[in-house]
């Protein structure tokens, strides 16, 4: 089965910096997606970004890139010029395209942002 | 744009009663997912739908029961509540375009209290 770890329980970053949150997954297949989903404290979940594992390319929105490496099944998240909206628990969650539903989430890493 | 939808909001019950929460996806998305998330914990798939047809079932209970109607919205049912059911529940769809592994969508779920 997919397992899904984030090791950082919680991260700091001062407003207008970067930071990179870490995930690191466990799969046996050549094919799958990654996401990254944002919580913020009103708890509504978030879709950050999305990458695709077939592709090589690493997925950008805005301020969020992602540095995927297949080989290492590692898919961090940099977040630039940190904003004080971007506070929240930050989820990686993998999903298998042979099982529908299967999407695994990791424990999550809380990130502060001072000002 | 139009996002899920779930009702109520927050729920606030007594140990042996029953709830319904409700889930209506983002328009044309044929497809309706239910996770709980416990406090400090990352959500859990509980069951799945597509087409108004069980797609697959994760960690829910014999006590819970779920339907996705004509019009795909759905509802978790949830008897004989247990202190333990408090947590926040989230419903998610997406479209599936032919290949699994498309966006799942977030509502803002519903915080259930069993008291």
């Known amino acids: 089965a997919q397992t899904v770890t984030q090791s950082q329980p919680e991260m700091s970053v001062q407003e207008a910096e970067t930071v990179t949150l870490s995930c690191t997954y466990d799969t046996s297949e050549s094919d799958y997606y990654l996401f990254w989903y944002k919580q913020p404290p009103s708890r509504q979940m978030i879709l950050v970004i999305r990458?695709?594992?077939?592709?090589?390319q690493n997925a950008t929105e805005n301020r969020f890139s992602v540095n995927f490496q297949k080989a290492a099944k590692s898919f961090s998240l940099k977040i630039s010029d940190s904003q004080l909206g971007d506070a929240a628990m930050y989820f990686c969650a993998y999903r298998s395209p042979y099982n529908n539903n299967d999407m695994r989430f990791g424990a999550g890493t809380r990130l502060t942002v001072k000002p | 744009a139009a996002g899920v939808i779930q009702s109520p909001r927050h729920l606030i019950k007594e140990k042996r009663e029953t709830a319904t929460l409700k889930c209506y996806p983002i328009?044309?998305?044929?497809?309706v997912y239910w996770y709980q998330q416990g406090p400090g914990q990352d959500p859990q798939f509980l069951i799945s739908?597509?087409?108004?047809?069980?797609?697959d079932k994760g960690s829910i209970p014999d006590r819970f029961s779920a339907q996705q109607f004509s019009d795909y919205h759905s509802e978790l049912n949830m008897s004989s509540l247990e202190l333990g059911d408090s947590a926040l529940y989230f419903c998610?769809?997406?479209?599936?375009?032919?290949?699994?592994?498309?966006?799942?969508?977030f509502g803002p779920g519903t915080r259930l209290t069993v008291l």
């Open positions: 998610a769809s997406s479209f599936q375009s032919g290949r699994a592994g498309d966006t799942q969508y």
């Open positions: 990458q695709e594992a077939y592709k090589q």
């Open positions: 328009p044309r998305h044929d497809t």
């Open positions: 739908f597509y087409e108004k047809m069980q797609s």
